[in-house]
């Protein structure tokens, strides 16, 4: 009952943003992007080929520059993974639009890898990356429908709870 009463609430944010611009999503949904954190070693945040971005793994960084930390399955449960999914997300589409300028020219999310740091039981990955995904599809819509891999890790860098990078075709 729980997850079509969610399927019926994000196929109702879809219908209703269907006019709306990826920035107005984000304040309808009071989500605030931030300057995005410098990265943390000999690497580039975003590389662009033809209309393709590709977007190293970011993690959930907060506007303040502070991340949620822990491991899945131990220290977070699977809702507090999935939020911090969702923040993760945040934090890439605040280093998407400091690179195109506008959101809208995002013409497809294409492809997504999400990492959680996890105990070694834990099997609810796909779960967790859902916080991702949902945010996704509620910016962009269709458009932010993506392929997707959702893995366990046994630690991530400065004990993220989860990294995720993506492909991002643009205008």
Do not use: W
């Not at 662009?48 to 520059?65: K, V, W, Y």
């Not at 993974?81 to 690179?99: H, N, V, W």
């Not at 269709?142 to 990078?165: C, F, Q, T």
């Amino acid at each position: 009952m729980i997850r079509i009463i969610s399927i019926l609430c994000l196929s109702m944010f879809v219908i209703m943003a269907a006019a709306q611009t990826p920035e107005e999503k984000l304040k309808e949904l009071k989500v605030e992007l931030f300057k995005p954190t410098a990265p943390m070693a000999n690497y580039v945040k975003v590389v662009r080929t033809g209309n393709l971005l590709f977007l190293s793994g970011h993690g959930p960084t907060r506007a303040d520059g502070s991340n949620i930390t822990g491991k899945v399955g131990r220290d977070l449960t699977t809702e507090q993974g999935y939020e911090a999914a969702k923040q993760t997300g945040i934090a890439l589409l605040s280093t998407l639009k400091a690179e195109i300028g506008d959101l809208s020219k995002v013409k497809r999310i294409v492809k997504v890898l999400g990492m959680v740091n996890c105990t070694e039981n834990f099997t609810d990955q796909p779960k967790v990356i859902n916080g991702f995904s949902d945010l996704m599809v509620a910016v962009f819509g269709d458009k932010g429908r993506h392929a997707r891999s959702a893995v366990g890790m046994y630690a991530l860098p400065s004990n993220i709870a989860v990294e995720i990078e993506m492909i991002v075709e643009v205008e």
